[in-house]
């Protein structure tokens, strides 16, 4: 065994560590260890072993937690491209791959030494401290996390075994003291040998909670050594096991709730694991009273068994295939077959039939030993849609959604690693699931932004899926009835090949797109509309004929500006530069952006005048204005504050699938990819807000969401209509997007692209420096601009800096630098001398966000 291996640790710096091997415990490269950081242990990803000696004595490894890599060769590749690319530290890249932390105990623990002792006391000699600069709520909560971590010393002291174990602290009670409590004349407390004993320890979680202290208060206090951290952080046994309840007898005289209880066991197949039982409305006694009675009984099974089984639903292969997507799935079939890279681009207009192309594609694979991976947009995955694809590959898929747990998400993990799930389905992450021989990736909505990580690393799952393929191999498939600039530029460059499903299924129509100029309207009617006549005569259409209708507001919230009209200032969020949103349901004002909420301004916050008014419309605005209009309509909303998982989303959409509902309102989410056979007519109140954006994507958005959300209209037996209300009649998004002129969209913004060096043309980044405090954001970013200016850069534009367009977000002041360059090579490399020379000046890594190929110049 070599002496020395280098680990890749999740912390925000550029390089990796190395540690020595102990005897006796063997890492393996792409395996993860234990090792100690700073003051704390931290899981790692093993990525070389050496008998290179650093300069520095390196320390040991504590523990090895993966006997086998957890990360493969071409994963661990992937990995250092991801890291290369978007400018992230390895050891971020490697534990945003690894869904794994739930299998890592994190126990930080404290304790306070003499030096700590000491300090209480002479605070109870002499009351309050006066050395101290700091604010005195700070030095009470000092003196009490020095209170509590004494008085539990003191009960656990005496003790022969006080281990301090997961409950916490609540097998003894400590005196709270306050500062001053002891009496002055107290002896100094006795400071036993023992208390030095790791025994001693306070994890962290129940010392802030019963102190209120911070994380930045407990390092002060540990740094000025009144108190000891100590990190017993450990791996947990991976190999999970869950209680099942299987049913043997349901003969019998039973209560209601057992009753209830049987039944449920029976309708599941006689076996159901315990933690979903309780789930349900009965008693937890009960289980226990009927296992007693032998009715029940208990058995532990591998954690898999938590994999949700399918109810019977239609196979979606019921139908023919069209010319269309038959030669589109063997395209898709002889590439796979090839065995080597290749980009399929498949732009298929709404209701071509995509999926199901997917679907026949995955089987395929699935069909010759081979593994798939299928992502979709965050919104998609349903539970339908679940229960679909456990229809057609049964045990053979694992599903990767948002709302699994931690635990979860390691099982499945570790089903797709052991090859008992080839086929995966799920949101961004998935494309990192560790599936053996790669055949087949294939990008859903590939222009959705949800592919993009908006934090570190700042990964787009589109591109990592086209770098996966490459390295193993296989064939990508990005599929869009609107696809990003980038790859359609691609397919037209021959990178990608083009297929095309230009006709939606069983010939049905596109919807025909009627434009209903708002400007117009104002000036005809002389009030500022909401909903034109235009729209709500077509609407009153569809209720009579019982045909259902959409309608788009791409903004929540009931009012989205607060205005003075004393003063002409409105209400902004505390921590960011954002007007606050008015929510009349929960009767508050809500900040977009960082979840900050106020209550509602009877006054104006500024100046006192009464004179405050609610301007705009938001989706729970029109909700209640399309009530007033048709009052006698069932109504539904969706939107991020009516849908808090994916059963409300489905719950409404199917209400809307069986006819319970006349009229969906809502935000982008009504545009995504669903397919409800009774809409004939979809409205768009306000898609073109984004026009108004300074974003240079915002054409591009516009006419995405635009053909998104027309083409829910008539994919069922009756044709559909779209009334497009709009102040930006004559824009190019609207307009093509009322033709459902893909191309022609394409060739004008491509154009504009060109003129002003944007993606698809140049490559760019997004450079925000930030800091909470004014003086600092300014400096540091001006220091930067100085070096860019001073630094010539050859090839690459540097513009900036500049205010961000959100100057301050999460109490940060921002200002941002956009560089663009024809030659990515050249971008990257300006990029990394940036941040040496950020490192040079000592700005934080953590400042400076370099957002590569960013969705958003906000
Ligand atoms: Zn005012
Ligand atoms: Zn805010």
């Known amino acids: 065994m070599p002496e020395f291996c280098d680990v890749a640790l999740p912390v925000p710096l550029d390089i990796v560590f190395t540690y020595r091997i102990p005897p006796n415990i063997s890492p393996v490269i792409g395996g993860r260890v234990l090792v100690p950081f700073r003051q704390r242990r931290m899981t790692g990803i093993v990525v070389e072993l050496h008998d290179r000696a650093p300069s520095i004595t390196a320390k040991n490894i504590i523990a090895v937690v993966d006997p086998a890599p957890v990360l493969d060769q071409p994963l661990l590749r992937l990995g250092r491209w991801i890291a290369d690319y978007y400018l992230a530290p390895v050891g971020e890249v490697f534990r945003t791959m690894l869904p794994l932390s739930a299998e890592f105990k994190r126990t930080i623990g404290y304790r306070i030494t003499e030096e700590g002792r000491r300090a209480l006391h002479l605070a109870g000699m002499s009351g309050s401290s006066a050395r101290s600069r700091r604010p005195p709520e700070d030095q009470a909560t000092e003196f009490r996390v020095l209170d509590y971590l004494a008085a539990y010393a003191d009960e656990a002291a005496p003790r022969e075994e006080v281990v301090h174990n997961e409950s916490g602290v609540s097998h003894f009670s400590p005196v709270l003291g306050e500062v001053g409590k002891f009496p002055p004349d107290a002896p100094a407390p006795d400071v036993s040998p023992q208390s030095r004993d790791m025994k001693m320890l306070v994890r962290e979680q129940p010392l802030r909670s019963a102190t209120h ?11 000025k050594n009144w108190i000891a951290r100590e990190d017993l952080s450990a791996p947990q046994d991976a190999r999970r096991t869950t209680k099942i309840a299987v049913l043997k007898s349901g003969e019998g005289k039973l209560k209601d709730n057992q009753r209830r209880l049987i039944d449920t066991l029976a309708a599941s197949g006689g076996k159901v694991p315990v933690h979903q039982l309780q ?48 030669s589109a799935l063997d395209r898709l079939r002889d590439a796979v077959t090839n065995r080597q890279f290749s980009g399929l681009l498949l732009h298929g207009v709404t209701g071509s039939g995509k999926t199901a192309v997917y679907l026949a594609g995955m089987r395929f694979v699935l069909d010759a030993g081979r593994s798939a991976i299928l992502l979709v947009p965050e919104i998609g995955l349903t539970p339908a849609v679940a229960a679909d694809l456990h229809q057609i590959f049964g045990d053979e898929v694992a599903i990767l959604h948002s709302a699994l747990s931690d635990r979860e998400r390691a099982e499945q993990w570790h089903r797709i690693q052991r090859g008992d799930a080839r086929m995966v389905v799920g949101t961004r992450s998935a494309v990192f699931a560790p599936v053996a021989d790669l055949a087949l990736i294939i990008v859903d909505e590939e222009h959705d932004a949800s592919y993009k990580q908006e934090e570190n690393p700042r990964y787009h799952a589109r591109d990592v899926a086209v770098m996966r393929a490459k390295m193993s191999n296989a064939v990508v498939v990005l599929g869009s009835a609107t696809p990003s600039l980038e790859s359609y530029f691609n397919a037209k460059k021959s990178k990608y090949a083009l297929i095309d499903l230009p006709d939606r299924v069983e010939q049905r129509p596109l ?25 709500a005569a077509e609407i009153q259409e569809r209720i009579d004929r019982k045909e259902q209708v959409m309608v788009l507001l791409n903004r929540r919230g009931y009012s989205p500006v607060v205005l003075c009209r004393t003063c002409g200032k ?22 977009h ?43 539904a909303r969706l939107d991020r504050d009516t849908v808090r998982g994916h059963e409300d989303f489905e719950r409404t959409l199917n209400a809307l699938n069986e006819g319970e509902l006349d009229l969906l309102v809502g935000t982008q989410m009504i545009a995504k990819g669903h397919d409800i056979h009774g809409v004939t007519l979809v409205g768009v109140v306000g898609a073109d807000v984004a026009l108004g954006l300074p974003d240079f994507r915002a054409a591009e958005r516009t006419f995405q969401l635009l053909t998104q959300v027309a083409g829910r209209a008539g994919r069922g037996q009756t044709p559909g209509r779209v009334i497009l209300q709009t102040y930006f009649q004559d824009h190019y998004s609207v307009q093509y997007a009322a033709r459902h002129d893909f191309t022609g ?8 692209r060109g003129w002003m060096h944007y993606p698809p043309y140049s490559a760019l980044a997004n450079v925000v420096v930030r800091s909470d405090k004014l003086d600092e954001a300014l400096e540091w970013s001006g ?5 860019f200016d001073a630094t010539r850069h050859e090839g690459v534009r540097v513009l900036g800096p500049a205010a961000a367009p959100i100057l301050r977000l999460k109490r940060d002041y921002r200002y941002h630098f956009v560089l663009k360059s024809p030659s990515r090579e050249k971008l990257n490399t300006t990029l990394r001398a940036m941040l040496a020379e950020a490192a040079k000046r000592k700005i934080p890594r953590t400042q400076i966000i370099v957002d590569v190929d960013a969705l958003w110049l906000m």
């Open 570 to 591: 409105k209400l902004e969020c505390s921590n960011c530069a954002i007007a606050l949103t008015h929510h009349k349901r929960e009767h508050k004002m809500v900040c």
């Open 745 to 752: 969209f394409y060739e004008k913004e491509l154009t504009f």
């Open 213 to 223: 202290a911070t994380r930045a208060l407990l390092d002060g206090m540990v740094r």
């Open 783 to 787: 220091l930067l601009g100085k070096w």
């Open 593 to 635: 952006y960082c979840g900050f909420t106020a209550p509602v301004p009877k006054a104006c916050v500024h100046c006192g005048s009464e004179y405050v008014y609610f301007l705009g419309t938001g989706s729970e605005k029109l909700e209640e204005l399309l009530h007033g209009m048709f009052p006698q309509a069932r109504i």
């Open 511 to 535: 919807p025909e797109v009627e434009i209903v100029d708002m400007r117009l309207e104002f000036q005809e009617t002389g009030r500022e509309q909401v909903i034109s006549r235009k729209l």
């Open 279 to 326: 789930s349900a409305d009965i008693p937890r006694t009960t289980l226990g009273t009927l296992v007693r009675r032998g009715l029940v009984e208990l058995v532990e099974e591998p954690a898999e068994f938590t994999v949700s089984r399918a109810r019977p639903r239609p196979s979606p292969f019921d139908f023919e295939f069209n010319p269309a997507q038959q």
